[in-house]
């Protein structure tokens, strides 16, 4: 991947919390990130939030963490924490497209 291609490319881990499980967050993901053609994947975890890593086009992931802090309309988000990946972590961490994983 050429440098400014490199750039241009962000990835990004985040924890969103309040009531996010039940509500169809994570089918409600799926469909925006793959709106805005982001790689990925998102998860339940067992304290109630939701875990997703998003990768793709820098203004696409951040306008996906905006909306991330909205969520569905039955969905109500407290917070949600971004911890940035870096690209030789986010190789290993994703595919191509943006999907479920099971719950840990």
Known sequence: MAENARRDIKAAQVRILGRVQRVGFRYWTI???SCRGLD???KNRVDG???AVFVGPLREVDD???VCAD???SAIVNSVVESE???DEWCALVGQGF???RTE
């Open 49 to 51: 939030s939701v875990e």
């Open 31 to 33: 469909n925006e990130a």
């Open 71 to 73: 969520g569905p309309p």
């Open 99 to 101: 999907s479920a994983r």
């Open 40 to 42: 990925g994947w998102i």
């Open 85 to 87: 990946v870096h690209e």
């Open 64 to 66: 996906m963490l905006a």
